[in-house]
Every structure is written in structure tokens, then in C-alpha cells.
């Protein structure tokens, strides 16, 4: 089965880091290209960052760029997301997709994890 | 960044009913839009990409339609399952910028 399980979130002080995973199962993260979404509290969904296929290319919204980084590890299946220097305004539900490729296209995200919740407060 | 606006933000109808929704990109995208659908406190849905093309598994009754900088989801004939908040997203360019979604509720 196609699967995609984010690592637990938490409550972080802003200022902090924290590392998020999502490992994928039923298919290699190293054959597609994969990205983070999320969600704040009653709000719409925000395209976060994305990983391309090869792996040596990133992209990310404004508001992360410079704190947050998008990885992978190959070996253990799982794709990671560094966020450093944590505001109040990235408290969100943060969903791991992979992104639908069609030949070379890209069409949108077909498979997601279930979400996982990071609160930033003091 | 691409600027995605959908109407209307809220939508009443009843099962059986027939509704549309708009997505208007502030720039050209071709045809490089997908729809999700989202139920409360799960993860969203794919339903249409390269703006009309049915996702694997989602019922014919959704349609998606348009290129440019217009689209629109069809719902033909409403059923309760469908009752949920449905997103666009172009992935046209980075960022790919989602619409703030329009909200289905039962009439």
C-alpha cells in the first residue's frame, strides 16, 4: 500500500528548531519528486516547499526560505523537514505529499500523509 | 507569485444539485491546475488534474474545465459524501500557490 506517515510535531517556543519526517512506504521517495503543505488553525492550505525528483533541487515559499530545509534520505525511505527559527505563524498541520509526475510535468500531489501538528508558543 | 482567487467562497446546495465552482489565476498557467477536495481533520484529495483530467478512483460526477487563467469544478449531481471545502492549486510555477477555497454546505 501507498503510504506516507509524518513523525509526531509538538509545541515549540519560537525561536526553536524542529525536525519533522515522513516516511514512505509502497513506493521510493528517490523516484519522485515530494512535498510539505500545511495548514494553520481554520485556515486554507499553503504550499510549503518541494523536493525534486533528483534530489540535488529545492524550492520554498517566501515565508520559510533561509529557515527551513527539505531533505531526504534515501536508505531509510523517509523525507525530512528542518524548520529553524520557529514564529508563531508556522503553527500549522503540516502534511508530506508526492507530487503526481507525468512524463516531465507536474501535476499536483496524489498521495498524503495524515498531517502532523506543530504549535509554536511560549 | 501566481495569485489563485476562487468563487464563491461559501456554497449552499442539496443532493441532487448541480454546482460550480471558479478559480481565476492572476497570470496564465495553461492547463497546470489541480482541484483537492478536504473534509474536516483529514488530509486533502486530489480530484482533478492538468485541470480536467479525473484522478484515479474519484467518481465521474466531478468535472474540472478551462486553461489560462479561468477553471471551474463541476459537481454533477451532489452527494452527501460530497460535503467538504475544495482547493485549487496551480503548479504552473513555484511557489504553487493554492486558491483559499470555497466551503460546500448542506442547504
Known amino acids: 500500500e501507498v503510504q506516507l506517515v509524518e513523525s509526531e510535531g509538538g509545541l515549540i517556543q519560537p525561536g526553536g528548531s524542529l525536525r519533522l519526517s515522513c516516511a514512505a512506504s509502497?513506493?521510493?521517495?528517490?523516484?519522485?519528486?515530494m512535498s510539505w503543505v500545511r495548514q494553520a488553525p481554520g485556515k486554507g492550505l499553503e504550499w510549503v516547499s518541494v523536493i525534486l525528483y533528483s534530489g540535488d533541487t529545492t524550492y520554498y515559499t517566501d515565508s520559510v526560505k533561509g529557515r527551513f530545509t527539505l531533505s531526504r534520505d534515501i536508505s531509510k525511505n523517509t523525507l525530512y523537514l528542518q524548520m529553524n527559527s520557529l514564529r508563531a505563524e508556522d503553527t500549522a498541520v503540516y502534511y508530506c505529499?508526492?507530487?503526481?509526475?507525468?512524463?516531465?510535468?507536474?501535476?499536483?500531489?496524489?498521495?498524503w500523509g495524515q498531517g502532523t501538528t506543530v504549535t509554536v508558543s511560549s | 507569485d501566481i495569485q489563485l482567487t476562487q468563487s464563491p467562497s461559501f456554497l449552499s446546495a442539496s443532493v441532487g444539485d448541480r454546482v460550480t465552482f471558479t478559480c481565476r489565476a492572476s497570470?496564465?498557467?495553461?492547463?497546470?491546475l489541480a482541484w483537492y477536495q478536504q473534509k474536516p481533520g483529514k488530509a486533502p484529495r486530489l480530484l482533478i488534474y492538468a485541470a480536467s483530467t479525473l484522478q484515479s478512483g474519484v467518481p465521474s460526477r466531478f468535472s474540472g474545465s478551462g486553461s489560462g487563467t479561468q477553471f471551474t469544478l463541476t459537481i454533477s449531481s451532489l452527494q452527501p459524501e460530497d460535503f467538504a471545502t475544495y482547493y485549487c492549486?496551480?503548479?504552473?510555477?513555484?511557489?504553487?500557490?493554492f486558491g483559499q477555497g470555497t466551503q460546500l454546505e448542506i442547504k
Open positions: 505529499a508526492r507530487v503526481l509526475v507525468i512524463g516531465n510535468f507536474y501535476y499536483g500531489m496524489d498521495v
Open positions: 492549486q496551480q503548479v504552473n510555477t513555484y511557489p504553487n500557490t
Open positions: 509502497g513506493f521510493s521517495v528517490s523516484g519522485h519528486s
Open positions: 497570470q496564465g498557467i495553461s492547463s497546470f
